[in-house]
């Protein structure tokens, strides 16, 4: 029996050490594996994992939003039989934010205020250490690229679509 965590996790590193395409292919037979009635944790973790590979904000949001469909079906407690450590309601903000950023991208900037706001509104679910202060300040970034109309690309650290 294959370690899916271990599988997606692997798929990660070699998109991060300059493998992108052999990580997306590796992710969508991971997806594929899981199917429809998957595990919906495994499936919201590839997911936004996937995102983040393409360049293409409409093919991330895809991505993204599936992730954010995944982790609807997702309880604390299944969450916390993955990891003890971890519950759902931190994975919203960055999901939520993930959305916006997309959508400012495609020029929708509506849709993406929403999404900016939802991020901001379950922020608070966010443990105050490194990687809440990564997605709080990533936010501030979506918003002020909001503000100012911009479609660029931001440059985000590993993980944060």
């Known amino acids: 029996m294959t370690d899916t965590m271990a599988e997606i996790t692997a798929a990660v590193t070699q998109g991060r050490a300059g493998a992108p395409d052999a990580a997306r292919a590796r992710l969508q037979e991971l997806w594929d594996e899981l199917g429809p009635g998957g595990d919906p944790f495994y499936r919201c973790v590839l997911a936004h994992y996937q995102a983040d590979l393409f360049a293409d904000p409409a093919e991330a949001l895809v ?8 982790a609807a079906t997702v309880t604390d407690e299944h969450v916390q039989s993955h990891d003890a450590g971890l519950r759902i309601a931190g994975f919203y903000p960055s999901l939520h934010l993930n959305l916006a950023d997309n959508f400012r991208r495609l020029g929708s900037f509506s849709a ?14 966010l443990a105050d250490d490194g990687y809440g202060a990564m997605i709080r300040q990533a936010i501030d970034g979506v918003a002020d690229a909001i503000e100012r109309r911009s479609t660029e690309r931001r440059a985000t650290a590993p993980g944060v679509g």
């Open 63 to 70: 991505w993204d939003v599936r992730a954010l469909d995944a």
């Open 112 to 125: 993406a205020a929403e999404q900016l706001a939802a991020a901001r509104a379950c922020q608070d679910a």
